[in-house]
C-alpha cells in the first residue's frame, strides 16, 4: 500500500528540514522518492505539522518489575479505564497501564517506538512476553548488567575482553538491545542490606567499585560495537548532593570517547542532580550538570521530568525504593532477583506545594533549558517513576513556553519558586527543537538509523500533529500545542494509518529490536569448555534456572527485529 | 421505583442518583443507561418508574422498592437529595457521597458508603464488610459525613477513615477501624478482634465485649465517660493508644464492666514507669 502525505509542515531534524513544506511518499512501510499518485491514499496535511513517529528512550513498559506494580495498585485501575473498542481492546491502568492500553496510549499521541530501560536478566522471557502484548509500537529491553556478577568479576580482574565476550553472550541470551547499569554495585551491595557510598566505594564480596564497573562496561560497550552507550542509572540517585557523584560518573568515561561521539547516556537525570545536604537544603544541581555537559560531547541525558500527579515508583535501585517507602510509609515492593538485581516499587503522589517536590519539578525543566544543545538531552518522565507518558504533551509545552511554566511556578512551594531557576530562563524549545527532543535525538542516541527520520529509506513511522505552527505562537497559545500533541491527527506506522484524532483504527503488531551479535545458542557461552562447564557449575549452584534453559531463541519472538553488528570478539 | 424481576446478574445502577435525575422528566429517566450483567439496559426495562406529586418546598425524594440485593453502585457521587430504599440493597450504595441522605430501611451489602466525602447515610438494618472503606489498594477512606448503622456491620468498618462519624447500634465484626487516620467510630454492640489495627489517630469506642486488645496497644487511662459527636457516653471505659507500632496516636475506648478478662491491664496503670 503507498501514501502520499501531502502539504505538511515537515519537522526531520535528521535531514536539516525545519519547517518546510513538503509531501512525504510512503510505500511498503518505508519511505520513498515517489509514489503513483493516482494509486496512493492521499492524506492532506495542510496548516498541519509532520514529524518522525515519536520515540522513547527510557519508559518502564513491561516486565516482572511493572507486573508487581499493576499488582500493587488496583486503586491506579480504577481511575482510569480503556473501554474496548471494535479495533482496541479494553484495559485499564494510569500510571502503569496494561500493556494493551500502553500501545495505544503511545500511538496516540504519535510515538512509534518505545525502550523498556530495565529488565533484569532472569525476567527477560516475562518481557518479552509483555512486549509483545503491547501493540503497535515497536520495542527493545536493555537487561541490567551492572550488578551482573560474571561481569563484576570479570572486570576486578581487569579482564576486559572475556567481559566483552560474556556480554554480547549475555545481550543475545536475554535479547536485548542495550547494556543497562543501575547504581551499580548497590543493587549487589542491596542483597546484603548495604548500599555503595560513591563511585570508589567497593561493592561488598567483589572488591570492585561503581567506577570500574562503568568503565569497563564503556569499554565493553565499544568492543561491541553496540548502538547504544551504555544507559546508567547513576549511584546516589535521589539522594541531597548527588549532582556531584552524576558529574564525577560523566567524567570517568571522558577519556574513553573519541572526541565526538557520546559513550555515556545518564538517564532520568533530574533524579540525579541534587545539591544541598539533606531534604531541607535540597538545591538544583542542573546548572552545574548542564555547564559539564555543555563543554563535553561524550554524554547524552535524558530528563526524567516529574508532574505533579499520583504515580508508582518503580527500579532496580532497591536500597532508594526502600529509602522511598521509609520516606511516604507507603505500602511497598522490594524485591531481590536472585543473585542479578534488585527491584522496588512505592506509589508516589507528587505535590505542588512540596518544596522539595516542587524542586525536582524544576531542577527537570532547568536541565532541558540550560543544557544548550537538544541533541543532548530528550524528553522522559522515567515513566512512571516521574509521573505517567501520557504527561508528555504538558512537558511540550512548558519547554515551549515560559507562560506555561511561569503558570505552574505561581502555584507551587514558595521556598521553591524562590530558589528556582526557571524564571530566570527565558528560553522556549522552536518545534524543531521538540522533535529533536522528542524523536531524532532518541533515534540518534539509540543508534537507530531506520528510524527518528523522514528520508528516503526510513520507515514510515509518521505522526502529524492537528496545529498550523506559522499561526500558532506555542508561547502564547501552549494549550493548542498541548492539545495537538495529546491527540495526534494522524499516527502512521510501518506505512499504515494507525491512528487518527486519537482513535486508533487499526490494530498491529509492534517488532522487537535487539543486537544480533551472531551468538545463537547457549552453548556459545564463552570462548573455551572450561568457562562453559564453569558457568553451568554457577547457574546450578545459585540460580533456579539451568544455563541451558536461559538462552532466549530467537524463535521465542513473535516480530523479531534483529540489529547486525560487527563487534570485535 | 420497583424492580421488574428478581435480578440474577449484578445490576451497576451509577445512574439512580438524584443529580442524574434532576431536571428530568419521568421518561428521559426511564431511558437512562445502567449494566446488567455485560448487557447494558435502560432504567425502563428494569424498573417500574412512577411519579408522585410532593410538595416543592421539601427535597425530592428517590424511593427504591423491592428486592434489591443485586443492585449496586447506587446514589454514585451523590451531591443533595434523598434516596430512600425500602427493602435490601447490594454493594456500593453511596459511594463517593458528597452529600445529601440515604436512609435504607433494610440491609446493605459491602462497601456502604466507600470513600464518602459527606452526607449522611442511615441503615435500619444491618451493613456487610468495609463500610465507608476505599476502594481496594487506595489509602483515601472516608472523609466526612456520617453513617448510622442500626443492626450489625461486618468486618474492616471504616477503614482508612480520615474524618466523620460511624454509629453502629449492633455488633461488628474484626478490624474495626483498620488504617483509620481520623474521625469516631462508635460501636454499641460487642465487636471482634483486632480492633484499630495500623491506626494513627482517631477514636474507636466499643460500648460492648472484645474479645481481645492488640498487643500494639498501650492503656493510658480509665475515664468515666466519653464523647462521641457532642453525645456523652457513660462507662467507664478503658482508654489505649496506639497502633504503636505505626507510632499511632488513636484512641481505643472499650467498656470496662463487659470486659473483666481486661482488668489485668489495669496494674499496668499504677505503675508510672508502664504509663504511655
Given at each position: 500500500m503507498s501514501l502520499l502525505i501531502r502539504n505538511g509542515f515537515v519537522y526531520d531534524p535528521i535531514n536539516d528540514v525545519k519547517g518546510e513544506i513538503m509531501d512525504i511518499a510512503v510505500k511498503d512501510g518505508k519511505i520513498v522518492e515517489k509514489v503513483n499518485e493516482r494509486t496512493a491514499k492521499m492524506i492532506d496535511c495542510s496548516g498541519m505539522v509532520v514529524m518522525p513517529g515519536g520515540i522513547d528512550i527510557h519508559t518502564h513498559i513491561a516486565g516482572s518489575e511493572v507486573n508487581a506494580g499493576r499488582l500493587l495498585r488496583p486503586e491506579d485501575h480504577y481511575k482510569d479505564v480503556e473501554i474496548k473498542t471494535l479495533t482496541t481492546r479494553s484495559g485499564v491502568g494510569h500510571s502503569i497501564p496494561s500493556t494493551f492500553t500502553t500501545g495505544y496510549r503511545y500511538t496516540r499521541m504519535g510515538y512509534t517506538m518505545i525502550c523498556n530501560p530495565s529488565m533484569p536478566p532472569l525476567e527477560a522471557r516475562h518481557t518479552h512476553e509483555e512486549l509483545e502484548d503491547t501493540p503497535i509500537v515497536d520495542k527493545a529491553t536493555f537487561p541490567l548488567l551492572g550488578d551482573w556478577w560474571f561481569a563484576l568479576e570479570y572486570l576486578r580482574e581487569g579482564m576486559i575482553k572475556e567481559c566483552a565476550a560474556h556480554t554480547a553472550w549475555m545481550l543475545s541470551a536475554t535479547k536485548g538491545y542495550a547494556i543497562k547499569i543501575v547504581n551499580p554495585g548497590g543493587a549487589e551491595a542491596w542483597g546484603f542490606g548495604r548500599n555503595v557510598k560513591d563511585l570508589d566505594d567497593p561493592v561488598p564480596n567483589f572488591g570492585v567499585t561503581p567506577r570500574e564497573i562503568i568503565r569497563g562496561l564503556c569499554k565493553v560497550n565499544r568492543i561491541l560495537n553496540l548502538p547504544h552507550t551504555i544507559h546508567v542509572h547513576t549511584?546516589?540517585?535521589?539522594?541531597?548532593?548527588?549532582y556531584l557523584t552524576t558529574i564525577e560518573t560523566m567524567r570517568s568515561v571522558e577519556d574513553l570517547s573519541n572526541g565526538c561521539d557520546p559513550v555515556i547516556h545518564i538517564t532520568h537525570c533530574q533524579f540525579s542532580a541534587f545539591k544541598g545536604d539533606d531534604w531541607a537544603t535540597l538545591r538544583s544541581g542542573a546548572e552545574e550538570i548542564a555547564k559539564y555537559v555543555n563543554r563535553h560531547s561524550h554524554v547524552t541525558l535524558d530528563m526524567g521530568q516529574i508532574v505533579f500527579t499520583n504515580t508508582t515508583t518503580m527500579t532496580a535501585d532497591g536500597p532508594w525504593q526502600y529509602t522511598l517507602y521509609e520516606l511516604t510509609g507507603n505500602k511497598w515492593v522490594n524485591h531481590d532477583v536472585e543473585t542479578e538485581t534488585t527491584a522496588g516499587i512505592v506509589p508516589f503522589v507528587y505535590r505542588r506545594k512540596s518544596y522539595v517536590h516542587a524542586t525536582m519539578w524544576s531542577i527537570g525543566l532547568e536541565l532541558a533549558l540550560l543544557?544548550?544543545?537538544?541533541?543532548?538531552i530528550y524528553l522522559t518522565t522515567d515513566h512512571p517513576n516521574g509521573a505517567p507518558f501520557t504527561t508528555y504533551p504538558r512537558i511540550i509545552s512548558w519547554l515551549m513556553s515560559r507562560k506555561a511554566r511561569e503558570r505552574i511556578l505561581k502555584r507551587i512551594n514558595k521556598r521553591a519558586r524562590k530558589r528556582s531557576l526557571l524564571p530566570s530562563i527565558d528560553r522556549e524549545y522552536s518545534l524543531y527543537e521538540v522533535a529533536i527532543a522528542t524523536r531524532a535525538g532518541q533515534a540518534k542516541a539509540l543508534g537507530l538509523t531506520d528510524k527518528g527520520h523522514l528520508g528516503v529509506g526510513a520507515d514510515a513511522d509518521i505522526a502529524v500533529y492537528g496545529f498550523n505552527p506559522r499561526q500558532t505562537d506555542a508561547s502564547r497559545d501552549y494549550r493548542v500545542v498541548r492539545k495537538a500533541f495529546e491527540k495526534a491527527a494522524y499516527t502512521i506506522k510501518s506505512g499504515e494509518i494507525v491512528a487518527k484524532n486519537g482513535v486508533i483504527t487499526k490494530k498491529t503488531e509492534g517488532r522487537t529490536f535487539w543486537v544480533d551479535l551472531g551468538i545463537s545458542s547457549c552453548a556459545e557461552a564463552a570462548s573455551c569448555p572450561e568457562i562453559l562447564q564453569d558457568m553451568k557449575k554457577r547457574f546450578r549452584d545459585y540460580w533456579t534456572v539451568e544455563l541451558e534453559n536461559y538462552f532466549i531463541p530467537e524463535a521465542f519472538l513473535k516480530s523479531s527485529m534483529p540489529i547486525q553488528v560487527k563487534s570485535e570478539v | 421505583m420497583r424492580p421488574k424481576y428478581v435480578f440474577r446478574l449484578p445490576v451497576y445502577a451509577d445512574s439512580i442518583c438524584p443529580d442524574v435525575f434532576a431536571d428530568k422528566s419521568l421518561k428521559e429517566i426511564s431511558e437512562l443507561k445502567l449494566w446488567e450483567g455485560n448487557k447494558q439496559r435502560t432504567i425502563g426495562e428494569l424498573f417500574d418508574v412512577q411519579e408522585t406529586p410532593f410538595d416543592p418546598d421539601e427535597d425530592a425524594v428517590i424511593r427504591l422498592v423491592g428486592d434489591l440485593q443485586k443492585v449496586r453502585t447506587v446514589g454514585c457521587n451523590m451531591s443533595f437529595g434523598k434516596l430512600l430504599i425500602e427493602g435490601d440493597i447490594g454493594m456500593r450504595l453511596g459511594e463517593g457521597m458528597k452529600g445529601g441522605e440515604i436512609i435504607v430501611k433494610g440491609n446493605v451489602d459491602s462497601w456502604v458508603g466507600c470513600m464518602m466525602e459527606d452526607g449522611k447515610i442511615e441503615i435500619h438494618g444491618s451493613a456487610g464488610d468495609y463500610v465507608a472503606a476505599p476502594y481496594r489498594g487506595s489509602t483515601e477512606g472516608m472523609k466526612n459525613g456520617v453513617i448510622v448503622i442500626h443492626g450489625d456491620a461486618g468486618n474492616e468498618v471504616g477503614c482508612y477513615m480520615r474524618n466523620g462519624m460511624i454509629s453502629i447500634e449492633g455488633n461488628v465484626g474484626e478490624f474495626v477501624g483498620i488504617h483509620m487516620r481520623d474521625g469516631t467510630i462508635l460501636v454499641r454492640g460487642n465487636c471482634g478482634g483486632r480492633t484499630g489495627a495500623g491506626m494513627l489517630d482517631g477514636k474507636i469506642i466499643i460500648c460492648g465485649r472484645v474479645s481481645s486488645v492488640l498487643p500494639t496497644f498501650t492503656i493510658d487511662s480509665v475515664k468515666s465517660s466519653v464523647k462521641a459527636d457532642g453525645e456523652k457516653i457513660k462507662g467507664p471505659f478503658y482508654r489505649f493508644t496506639g497502633d504503636i507500632a505505626d507510632q499511632g496516636k488513636g484512641k481505643l475506648y472499650i467498656s470496662k464492666p463487659l470486659n473483666p478478662?481486661?482488668?489485668?491491664?489495669?496494674k499496668y496503670l499504677q505503675h508510672e514507669s508502664f504509663r504511655g
Amino acid at each position: 500500500m503507498s501514501l502520499l502525505i501531502r502539504n505538511g509542515f515537515v519537522y526531520d531534524p535528521i535531514n536539516d528540514v525545519k519547517g518546510e513544506i513538503m509531501d512525504i511518499a510512503v510505500k511498503d512501510g518505508k519511505i520513498v522518492e515517489k509514489v503513483n499518485e493516482r494509486t496512493a491514499k492521499m492524506i492532506d496535511c495542510s496548516g498541519m505539522v509532520v514529524m518522525p513517529g515519536g520515540i522513547d528512550i527510557h519508559t518502564h513498559i513491561a516486565g516482572s518489575e511493572v507486573n508487581a506494580g499493576r499488582l500493587l495498585r488496583p486503586e491506579d485501575h480504577y481511575k482510569d479505564v480503556e473501554i474496548k473498542t471494535l479495533t482496541t481492546r479494553s484495559g485499564v491502568g494510569h500510571s502503569i497501564p496494561s500493556t494493551f492500553t500502553t500501545g495505544y496510549r503511545y500511538t496516540r499521541m504519535g510515538y512509534t517506538m518505545i525502550c523498556n530501560p530495565s529488565m533484569p536478566p532472569l525476567e527477560a522471557r516475562h518481557t518479552h512476553e509483555e512486549l509483545e502484548d503491547t501493540p503497535i509500537v515497536d520495542k527493545a529491553t536493555f537487561p541490567l548488567l551492572g550488578d551482573w556478577w560474571f561481569a563484576l568479576e570479570y572486570l576486578r580482574e581487569g579482564m576486559i575482553k572475556e567481559c566483552a565476550a560474556h556480554t554480547a553472550w549475555m545481550l543475545s541470551a536475554t535479547k536485548g538491545y542495550a547494556i543497562k547499569i543501575v547504581n551499580p554495585g548497590g543493587a549487589e551491595a542491596w542483597g546484603f542490606g548495604r548500599n555503595v557510598k560513591d563511585l570508589d566505594d567497593p561493592v561488598p564480596n567483589f572488591g570492585v567499585t561503581p567506577r570500574e564497573i562503568i568503565r569497563g562496561l564503556c569499554k565493553v560497550n565499544r568492543i561491541l560495537n553496540l548502538p547504544h552507550t551504555i544507559h546508567v542509572h547513576t549511584n546516589r540517585l535521589g539522594q541531597p548532593g548527588n549532582y556531584l557523584t552524576t558529574i564525577e560518573t560523566m567524567r570517568s568515561v571522558e577519556d574513553l570517547s573519541n572526541g565526538c561521539d557520546p559513550v555515556i547516556h545518564i538517564t532520568h537525570c533530574q533524579f540525579s542532580a541534587f545539591k544541598g545536604d539533606d531534604w531541607a537544603t535540597l538545591r538544583s544541581g542542573a546548572e552545574e550538570i548542564a555547564k559539564y555537559v555543555n563543554r563535553h560531547s561524550h554524554v547524552t541525558l535524558d530528563m526524567g521530568q516529574i508532574v505533579f500527579t499520583n504515580t508508582t515508583t518503580m527500579t532496580a535501585d532497591g536500597p532508594w525504593q526502600y529509602t522511598l517507602y521509609e520516606l511516604t510509609g507507603n505500602k511497598w515492593v522490594n524485591h531481590d532477583v536472585e543473585t542479578e538485581t534488585t527491584a522496588g516499587i512505592v506509589p508516589f503522589v507528587y505535590r505542588r506545594k512540596s518544596y522539595v517536590h516542587a524542586t525536582m519539578w524544576s531542577i527537570g525543566l532547568e536541565l532541558a533549558l540550560l543544557v544548550e544543545d537538544p541533541w543532548k538531552i530528550y524528553l522522559t518522565t522515567d515513566h512512571p517513576n516521574g509521573a505517567p507518558f501520557t504527561t508528555y504533551p504538558r512537558i511540550i509545552s512548558w519547554l515551549m513556553s515560559r507562560k506555561a511554566r511561569e503558570r505552574i511556578l505561581k502555584r507551587i512551594n514558595k521556598r521553591a519558586r524562590k530558589r528556582s531557576l526557571l524564571p530566570s530562563i527565558d528560553r522556549e524549545y522552536s518545534l524543531y527543537e521538540v522533535a529533536i527532543a522528542t524523536r531524532a535525538g532518541q533515534a540518534k542516541a539509540l543508534g537507530l538509523t531506520d528510524k527518528g527520520h523522514l528520508g528516503v529509506g526510513a520507515d514510515a513511522d509518521i505522526a502529524v500533529y492537528g496545529f498550523n505552527p506559522r499561526q500558532t505562537d506555542a508561547s502564547r497559545d501552549y494549550r493548542v500545542v498541548r492539545k495537538a500533541f495529546e491527540k495526534a491527527a494522524y499516527t502512521i506506522k510501518s506505512g499504515e494509518i494507525v491512528a487518527k484524532n486519537g482513535v486508533i483504527t487499526k490494530k498491529t503488531e509492534g517488532r522487537t529490536f535487539w543486537v544480533d551479535l551472531g551468538i545463537s545458542s547457549c552453548a556459545e557461552a564463552a570462548s573455551c569448555p572450561e568457562i562453559l562447564q564453569d558457568m553451568k557449575k554457577r547457574f546450578r549452584d545459585y540460580w533456579t534456572v539451568e544455563l541451558e534453559n536461559y538462552f532466549i531463541p530467537e524463535a521465542f519472538l513473535k516480530s523479531s527485529m534483529p540489529i547486525q553488528v560487527k563487534s570485535e570478539v | 421505583m420497583r424492580p421488574k424481576y428478581v435480578f440474577r446478574l449484578p445490576v451497576y445502577a451509577d445512574s439512580i442518583c438524584p443529580d442524574v435525575f434532576a431536571d428530568k422528566s419521568l421518561k428521559e429517566i426511564s431511558e437512562l443507561k445502567l449494566w446488567e450483567g455485560n448487557k447494558q439496559r435502560t432504567i425502563g426495562e428494569l424498573f417500574d418508574v412512577q411519579e408522585t406529586p410532593f410538595d416543592p418546598d421539601e427535597d425530592a425524594v428517590i424511593r427504591l422498592v423491592g428486592d434489591l440485593q443485586k443492585v449496586r453502585t447506587v446514589g454514585c457521587n451523590m451531591s443533595f437529595g434523598k434516596l430512600l430504599i425500602e427493602g435490601d440493597i447490594g454493594m456500593r450504595l453511596g459511594e463517593g457521597m458528597k452529600g445529601g441522605e440515604i436512609i435504607v430501611k433494610g440491609n446493605v451489602d459491602s462497601w456502604v458508603g466507600c470513600m464518602m466525602e459527606d452526607g449522611k447515610i442511615e441503615i435500619h438494618g444491618s451493613a456487610g464488610d468495609y463500610v465507608a472503606a476505599p476502594y481496594r489498594g487506595s489509602t483515601e477512606g472516608m472523609k466526612n459525613g456520617v453513617i448510622v448503622i442500626h443492626g450489625d456491620a461486618g468486618n474492616e468498618v471504616g477503614c482508612y477513615m480520615r474524618n466523620g462519624m460511624i454509629s453502629i447500634e449492633g455488633n461488628v465484626g474484626e478490624f474495626v477501624g483498620i488504617h483509620m487516620r481520623d474521625g469516631t467510630i462508635l460501636v454499641r454492640g460487642n465487636c471482634g478482634g483486632r480492633t484499630g489495627a495500623g491506626m494513627l489517630d482517631g477514636k474507636i469506642i466499643i460500648c460492648g465485649r472484645v474479645s481481645s486488645v492488640l498487643p500494639t496497644f498501650t492503656i493510658d487511662s480509665v475515664k468515666s465517660s466519653v464523647k462521641a459527636d457532642g453525645e456523652k457516653i457513660k462507662g467507664p471505659f478503658y482508654r489505649f493508644t496506639g497502633d504503636i507500632a505505626d507510632q499511632g496516636k488513636g484512641k481505643l475506648y472499650i467498656s470496662k464492666p463487659l470486659n473483666p478478662h481486661l482488668s489485668f491491664y489495669e496494674k499496668y496503670l499504677q505503675h508510672e514507669s508502664f504509663r504511655g
